[in-house]
């Protein structure tokens, strides 16, 4: 049995092989609104999120109620996920840690700058436990896709550029500094507000492309499941 053969096996259990326990946050929120209600008030935030990034906070106090679009850019496996509001009277950036199994939220509110405004601990209302998707956070497509994508890196490396989001904006990432940048153009999700972290600024690191000067890390969008991570990035 040869090593590519044990490297695509391994990719393929991966990709179809889900853990039974583990709450789909992303998938149990598409498909049911989220209602946090803070402690006893009447104070309450409903939050509805499309598969394509963007909805919907409905804010109810004191009988009135304020409607928002939101932006997103999708929950990670233990629950969170920051959330953009854009609004005529309002801008606010929001970052939400759920906790299913003990029904909490930890709300942390920054201002447009990026420093924290407020945190609050907030009871969820909604989903009912017996509306959780459990499994895989990957559908079919995604799995496929990631095995795919397996199997292309098995292949020699390839020259060129490819345009991606980083750090929010539409960018060209090319293998060399030589190499001709393509037309590059379209709307990114933003990208979620962590600290960025620390390399040497020097380019020659190995993986670092051919005749990179200097270095930083940015949140890098994965083609495939369109999760934000950080990548060292050169010029």
Known sequence: MNKRFLIILVMVFWCNVGVADSINYNETLIRN?????????DEKFKFTFNSNGTGL???????????????????????????????????????LDLDFYSRTAVV??????????????????????????????????????????GLKMLQPPKTGCKCVCVNGRKQNLCATTTDIPQLCTGICPFAPLELKPITPPLGGLPGDPAGAMYCTMKQVQNSVTKIYSWQRVCR
């Open 33 to 41: 609104s989220l209602i946090l209600q803070y402690k006893s008030s």
């Open 57 to 95: 906070m409905v804010m109810e106090s004191d009988g009135k109620s304020q409607k928002l679009p939101t932006r997103y850019n999708g929950f990670n496996k233990n629950g969170r996920t920051t959330v953009r509001f854009d609004g005529k009277t309002a801008f606010m950036i929001v970052e």
């Open 108 to 149: 942390h509110m920054y201002t447009s700058d990026g420093k924290i405004d407020e945190e609050d601990v907030f009871d969820i209302i909604n989903p009912k436990k017996n509306q959780y998707v459990r499994g895989n956070t990957l559908t079919n497509q995604q799995s496929q896709a990631l095995i795919n994508q």
